[in-house]
């Protein structure tokens, strides 16, 4: 385990000094202190106050029982950020899949940074340069800092003076140099960095992928320094004046409240943000564990909530289909804010009630519905709406929510229920469809005839 010396110092100096900027951010923010050693800037984060997570990695098992000891600090023993790429999928805190779905707001790094031919002691060997562990840091770094985050990072002199800022510049980052310390045969600097953004130059210079085109826009797929950006061009043959504009300065509002994909870049010709991957909701709802899918339900009505109290109507919620993914980590991502505007009276909550109301699923034999009456959900919307801004409207979204409860969202075997139907009908008597949904109380009418001619 690396033990403290000035480099330490300096770093921990830097830290603290931006921490302090962050007291009037409007959220607590992400922290990751890479070679956590000692822990002193998760041990200064955590009594900041001004950071919802904390997370330590180091390959030294003592040092990762060092920063468990801390009490609040989320510690893990990891080569860098190998631990993440294995468990992406895994059973990992809330917080980390968000921070690891979002980017951390901060990762701060003192790397070994000797030179040497090979890297035979961890922490201070950093190979041929002394930049070896550097470069690769700062690649694989970029999957895990947002566009608005930043980076802390020490080396010195026995690297050159200018070898270090031509990697970050290499690597599509953004520097500037914090501050500096004068040793007796080297010295410190500590910079620091931020993602390059692109703009539209290098769009329009870039290879693109088309993915989509929508009523207001077109969608490609860019390559960014290894990173997948999905870019979003106003559509020529759209009527509506200024629809990317829109998008962009409500990803701006709703990133703040960890809603919608992260924003990277934006302007009036163009919108980018962090390409998506994931699962539709559909084809999650039709695959999903009924844990799983409670859950997840729950989780997009907390972000239309969340939305209402912003005043920020979306309009595309009693339609979700194709604007919710869920993705890898298990989290709902909302996407498609061009026609986001702001409200006195928002219809989030209202509309995707509305959706999972007018909406049946079908998973082979099972049909996924609320099981509550329409009549007893709408009288609860109507509570919701009345209570709007009101400090009931809390109570009266947490009724909402228990509709999700175990019993509230079912899966029963539909082909069954269709054939004690069908059998009860006279001989000699025609029944639509039609009929036989409306006695199984669903509007179904297709999957009934689907059932019947198979």
């Known amino acids: 385990m690396y033990e403290p010396a000035e480099d330490s110092y300096l770093l921990l100096e830097g830290f603290e000094k ?6 009037n951010k409007r959220r607590r923010l992400t922290l990751l202190e890479m070679g956590c050693g000692q822990s002193l800037i998760a041990s200064s984060a955590l009594k900041s106050g001004n950071f919802s997570l904390v997370v330590g990695v180091d390959i030294d098992r003592e040092a990762v029982d060092r920063c468990r000891g801390l009490g609040g600090a989320v510690c893990f023993r990891s080569d860098m950020f190998s631990y993440f790429e294995s468990h992406k999928e895994g059973k990992l805190p809330l917080g980390l899949r968000r921070a690891l779905q979002r980017g951390f707001d901060l990762i701060t790094f003192n790397p070994p940074y000797l030179p040497s031919k090979g890297i035979k002691h ?18 694989q770094a970029r999957k895990y800092i947002s566009y608005d985050g930043e980076i802390l990072i020490i080396t010195s002199s026995l690297n050159g003076r200018r070898r270090p800022e031509r990697l970050f510049n290499d690597q599509g980052y953004s520097f500037s140099l914090v501050s500096s310390k004068k040793l007796f045969f080297e010295s410190l600097f500590l910079y620091r960095l931020r993602k390059k953004r692109p703009d539209i130059s290098l769009i329009n210079s870039a290879d693109k992928h088309l993915i989509g085109r929508g009523r207001h826009g077109v969608v490609f797929k860019i390559d960014f320094y290894g990173e997948e950006i999905a870019v979003k061009l106003a559509n020529d043959k759209s009527m ?23 924003l990277v870049s934006c302007s009036s010709e163009f919108v980018a943000y962090m390409f998506v991957r994931g699962t539709l909701l559909p084809d999650f709802i039709m695959n999903a564990s009924p844990l799983l899918l409670r859950k997840t339900l729950k989780r997009i009505l907390w972000q239309c909530y969340t939305l209402d109290r912003m005043h920020l109507s979306k309009e595309e919620f009693h339609h979700p289909l194709k604007h919710v993914f869920i993705s890898p ?26 959706f999972l109301m007018g909406h049946v699923f079908y998973r082979e034999d099972d049909v996924i519905q609320l099981k509550h009456s329409p009549n007893h959900i709408k009288r609860l919307l109507v509570e919701y709406k009345k209570s709007a801004g009101r400090r009931g409207s809390y109570r009266a979204f947490i009724s909402l929510l228990s509709l999700l409860d175990e019993q509230g969202v079912h899966a029963d075997n539909f082909r069954q229920r269709v054939f004690r139907v069908v059998s009860g009908v006279p001989m000699g008597r025609v029944s639509t469809y039609k009929e036989v ?3 199984l109380s669903t509007k179904a009418f297709r999957a009934v005839g689907g059932i019947k001619h198979k």
């Open 18 to 23: 931006l921490a302090s900027s962050y007291k």
């Open 122 to 139: 961890r922490d201070v060997d950093g190979g041929i340069n002394g930049l070896e562990v550097v470069k690769r840091f700062l690649r």
């Open 240 to 262: 509506a004046d200024g629809a990317i504009k829109r998008e962009c300065g409500a990803l701006r509002i709703v990133n703040g409240r960890d809603i919608g994909p992260a």
């Open 329 to 354: 980590e298990g989290l709902p991502l909302i996407i498609d804010f061009e026609r986001a505007h702001s409200s006195e009276k928002p219809k989030n909550v209202t509309q995707f009630f509305q």
């Open 437 to 439: 949904a409306r006695a």
